[in-house]
Nanobody
Framework: QVQLVESGGGLVQAGESLRLSCAAS????????MGWYRQAPGKEREWVAS???????NYANSVKGQFSISRDTAKNTVYLQMNRLKPEDTGVYFC?????????WGQGTQVTVSS
């Protein structure tokens, strides 16, 4: 099992930045894939970015060049750096750990971008 705790959300103005953190309860090297998702009000949850145990990263087209996923393996923590935030980036951001065929989710952290 993997427990995940997200932090770093908040209220910002358009154009500002935020960095989200996701602390995992076990080594990132034992987790196949760590990902960030978001869910805007009234919309389905969507994938944002992911990083594999080998460090390969991938992004949704909607955030390429704007968001950056990284990790600190010593802290078992994955980050999502979000720059030039827009009101449409508002939502609850979730961290997901994929281990073999099982997904584990954090509780989510709210990001609100005002115009």
């Amino acid at each position: 099992q993997v427990q995940l705790v997200e932090s770093g959300g908040g209220l910002v103005q358009a154009g500002e930045s935020l960095r989200l953190s996701c602390a995992a309860s076990r080594s990132l090297f034992s987790i196949n894939d760590m990902g960030w998702y978001r869910q805007a009000p009234g919309k389905e949850r969507e994938w944002v970015a992911s990083i594999t145990s080998g460090g390969y990263v991938n992004y949704a087209n909607s955030v390429k060049g704007q968001f950056s996923i990284s990790r600190d393996t010593a802290k078992n923590t994955v980050y999502l750096q979000m720059n030039r935030l827009k009101p449409e980036d508002t939502g609850v951001y979730f961290c997901r750990a994929r281990q073999v065929m099982t997904d584990y989710w954090g509780q989510g952290t709210q990001v609100t971008v005002s115009s």
